[in-house]
């Protein structure tokens, strides 16, 4: 899910003006008390009857957390220092808890979340490395070659004791700067707020969708802590979000980001010298509540208008959106006609559609209580493409047609023909889903073609392109919506 980019082919348009923003870590406060206070506790546990220490230690320190933050402190005896002693014992009780579950409570680490097996090889934690040059060996640069290489991924910056999945690392930037006939390679995190946090702790802390959640009663034991985290005020995901930006860069209203779809996008910025800085977590203005974002937007070369998506686990599941080339946040479009939350990744745009794909891969907080992650695969569920008008203002003409078997990774492109009566898609499919979150190496991506009848509203046409497995595709960003090779 990595992006590679050059900013010498990306279209460029006005920058917008953007205030300030900042991220810092929270106090406790009412509104985390009700957190814990609102939480389904009660259910858990009753899921869970059968983990009585389990439910003891979770209740006891819930109460002790509670009882801690919410205290008064005499005015005279409230001072910074008491907070620090107070904020320092807590945290490493968290910590103490933290280690606890990773060598007590965890079942044994399966291949995909075994640091020791993901974190090898090729995807070895590497440092940053400051704007260094690089030496020609032979030949020389062209002089009027200036540009970027921009290459995002995840990285972590502390090998986690426990669980670990590929997709965990926070987002790291390698980029190559050509100017002058010289090169320059620079390698930086994106300062988000969860890299920030963890780098202040020395440890990680933030949970992770895809491995914390190793067994009943690692699981239940890691979402308590979660839970008495956010009310103590160590973390507060809500205001300051807990993505690591590790899946791509984008160019949006002339400035660029980098993304990952459980978090805003971070801008960022390049130095005349070839560093790389992280300025700060963007909202693009929102009017509307506004969390999280596909890393995956479609970029109109013609209008410099973004059109994005995201996905929730409540209703309405689906959500697509546009950002015009000023870097300003439209309105919502939700879509309701999405029954279950699904974990799209990337979707199409033409001259006058969006196309989402409704894939196998769904998520469900139920799996939690099974001691799994939220995301799995439904093999009874058939596959479609849904399609909007892409300036709609509702979902009212969305349309949704079965396509079986058809689990969109990555969109190469789409395009319309016949005047418009037929939309073409072009994607990678993983040939066997079931691999995905475990065995990604096994999943096949194939790349395919989609032929859709805007006026039958049916399938006209699915074929493969080739026996290879293709994936990260990449099309010449002016060409996005248009026909391609």
């Known amino acids: 899910m990595n992006s590679l980019i050059s900013s010498s082919f990306?279209?460029?348009?006005?920058?917008?003006?953007?205030?300030?923003?900042?991220t810092q870590k929270s106090p406790p406060t009412s509104?985390?008390?009700n957190i814990i206070a609102n939480f389904p506790f009660k259910e858990l546990q009753e899921r869970i009857s059968f983990h009585e220490p389990l439910k003891k230690l979770m209740s006891s320190t819930a109460e002790r957390i509670k009882l801690m933050i919410s205290q008064p402190v005499p005015e005279q005896l409230a001072t910074v220092d008491d907070d620090k002693k107070k904020n320092s014992l807590l945290a490493s009780t968290f910590k103490s808890f933290d280690d606890f579950i990773c060598d007590f409570m965890d079942i044994p680490l399966r291949p995909f979340i075994d640091p020791k097996h993901v974190l090898s090889g090729n995807f070895v934690p590497v440092g940053e490395l400051p704007p260094t040059a690089c030496e020609v060996v032979e030949g020389a640069l062209p002089s009027c070659l200036d540009g970027i290489y921009l290459l995002n991924g995840p990285n972590p910056q502390f090998v986690p004791r426990g669980p670990y999945h590929?997709?965990?690392?926070?987002?790291?930037?390698?980029?190559i700067?050509?100017?002058?006939?010289?090169?320059?390679?620079?390698s930086r995190y994106v300062k988000t707020y969860k890299y920030m946090l963890e780098q202040d702790m020395g440890y990680p802390?933030?949970?992770?969708?895809?491995?914390?959640?190793n067994g009943i009663m690692a699981s239940m034991a890691r979402l308590g802590l979660s839970v008495a985290r956010v009310v103590a005020g160590e973390f507060d995901p809500v205001i300051n979000g807990y993505g690591t930006a590790n899946t791509s860069v984008a160019l949006i209203g002339g400035k660029l980001y980098a993304l990952g779809e459980s978090d805003l996008p971070y801008e960022i910025k390049v130095t005349s010298d070839g560093d790389i800085t992280t300025l700060r977590r963007h909202d693009f203005h929102s009017a509307e509540e506004f969390l999280s974002m596909t890393a995956h937007p479609k970029t109109d070369p013609e209008t410099g208008e973004v059109f994005a998506f995201r996905y929730h686990i409540s209703s309405p599941r689906l959500t697509y959106f546009r950002i015009n080339s000023h870097g300003r946040k439209l309105p919502d479009v939700p879509i309701f006609s999405m029954k279950n939350t699904t974990l799209i990744h990337d979707f199409a745009v033409t001259k006058n559609y969006a196309i989402f794909n409704d894939v196998q891969m769904v998520i469900s907080l139920c799996e939690i209580l099974k001691g799994k992650p939220p995301m799995r695969v439904d093999l009874n569920k058939t596959s479609r493409l849904g399609v909007i008008k892409k300036y709609a203002k509702d979902e009212s003409e969305m349309w949704w047609v079965d396509v079986p078997g058809f689990n969109i990774l990555h969109t190469v492109n789409a395009w319309e023909e016949d005047d418009g009566d037929?939309?073409?898609v072009v994607a990678t499919n993983l040939s066997y889903v079931e691999q995905t979150l475990e065995r990604m190496d096994l999943a096949e991506m194939k790349m395919e073609m989609i032929k859709i009848s805007v006026k039958m509203k049916e399938i006209l046409l699915r074929r493969q392109l080739s026996n290879r497995v293709l994936e990260m595709p990449v099309i010449h960003p002016t060409y996005v919506g248009k026909k391609n090779r």
């Not at 802390?205 to 959640?213: D, T, V």
């Open 10 to 22: 990306l279209p460029r348009f006005s920058q917008p003006k953007v205030s300030s923003m900042t």
């Open 31 to 33: 509104n985390n008390i």
């Open 166 to 175: 590929f997709f965990d690392g926070d987002g790291m930037l390698q980029m």
């Open 177 to 186: 700067k050509i100017n002058g006939g010289r090169a320059t390679l620079c």
């Open 205 to 213: 802390i933030i949970p992770s969708p895809f491995s914390s959640f």
């Open 422 to 424: 037929t939309l073409v």
